[in-house]
């Protein structure tokens, strides 16, 4: 498994991924038809749009030519007076879940925030995720709640909190 700064070219294969773990992860938690109505086509604008902004980075996992995971990231976007870096997405495609890969995506970004002088992060994760305890085995801290709707539906936010990622678990 290569992990690697995505480029424009990988976007495609990048929103794929984002889709497809989508589906997989939050299905019983979100809508089926919701599920089923999200699309590579928009999941790729609205991350070109992210990748060309350049105010993040997208890491992704390569198995050969297949993008098995990604991670977007970079500066806390609200403002937390304590966290100054933030995972905003990370996602592995549900056949390469527990083999490291997520691992390896939060130890590639934990280097990038400390080259740029960040020691701290959050992530947040919906409260019904099942996966969500991969953070707490990293050693993060449910220190932060709140609320976010899709769909119609209010589903509670935990934010995993590392005061000093270099302490992170891995």
Not at 1 to 20: E, G, N, T
Not at 59 to 85: H, I, S, W
Request: glycine share 8%; charged share 25%; aromatic share 12%.
């Amino acid at each position: 498994m290569k992990i690697c700064i995505a480029s424009s070219h990988d976007i495609p294969d990048i929103a794929k991924v984002h889709v497809d773990a989508w589906r997989s992860t939050y299905k019983g938690i979100l809508s089926d038809s919701y599920l089923q109505q999200l699309s590579y086509e928009k999941s790729a604008k609205r991350l070109m749009s992210i990748y060309e902004r350049n105010e993040s980075i997208i890491l992704m996992a390569k198995d050969g030519d297949t993008v098995a995971g990604f991670l977007n990231g970079g500066r806390e976007r609200k403002n937390d007076p304590v966290y100054k870096g933030e995972v905003y997405a990370i996602y592995i495609l549900e056949q390469y879940q527990n083999k490291g890969i997520g691992h390896e995506l939060i130890k590639a970004f934990t280097s990038f925030l400390l080259e740029n002088g960040i020691n701290s992060m959050i992530i947040w994760a919906f409260t019904e995720n099942k996966y969500r305890n991969f953070y707490e085995k990293l050693g993060g801290k449910a220190l932060r709640n709140n609320s976010y709707t899709i769909d119609g539906k209010l589903l509670g936010e935990t934010g995993y909190c590392w005061d000093d990622i270099s302490s992170i678990r891995f």
